[in-house]
């Protein structure tokens, strides 16, 4: 399972830097630009539930200013990222577990 779920992280890793490479208009602007592009509603959607659910004070200083972010550099920073957590999750070793004790 540890596997599967490291080989997933990397894959997604491999896809976010493969789209970087890609010379796509697309990718210009911030996160927020984007989003709105690809659905008009969902930041407004995201604020009312922050604001109402969570805490007001969360979106006005970590999400407002995330999404006026870059995101070419969102989506490299997000692949190195996974890339390294999954490739760290893939060479680690199990730790082995002793079928009988020693007695003595």
Same mark, same amino acid.
């Given at each position: 399972?540890?596997?599967?779920?490291?080989?997933?992280?990397?894959?997604?890793?491999?896809?976010?830097?493969?789209?970087?490479? !890609?010379?796509?208009?697309?990718?210009?602007?911030?996160?927020?630009?984007? !989003?709105?592009?690809? $659905?008009?509603?969902?930041?407004?959607?995201?604020?009312?539930?922050?604001?109402?659910?969570?805490?007001?004070?969360?979106? $006005?200083?970590?999400?407002?200013?995330?999404?006026?972010?870059?995101?070419?550099?969102?989506?490299?920073?997000?692949?190195?990222?996974?890339?390294?957590?999954?490739? !760290?999750?893939?060479?680690?070793?199990?730790?082995?577990?002793?079928?009988?004790?020693?007695?003595?």
């Amino acid at each position: 399972m540890r596997q599967l779920i490291s080989l997933v992280m990397i894959l997604v890793a491999v896809v976010l830097l493969g789209t970087l490479a !890609l010379p796509w208009q697309g990718l210009g602007g911030s996160v927020g630009e984007s !989003l709105y592009q690809w $659905d008009p509603t969902i930041v407004n959607r995201t604020q009312s539930i922050v604001q109402r659910y969570l805490h007001p004070a969360l979106w $006005d200083q970590a999400l407002l200013p995330a999404l006026l972010w870059p995101l070419r550099s969102v989506m490299l920073w997000s692949g190195v990222m996974l890339l390294l957590v999954g490739g !760290l999750i893939l060479l680690r070793r199990p730790k082995r577990r002793m079928m009988f004790a020693r007695t003595r």
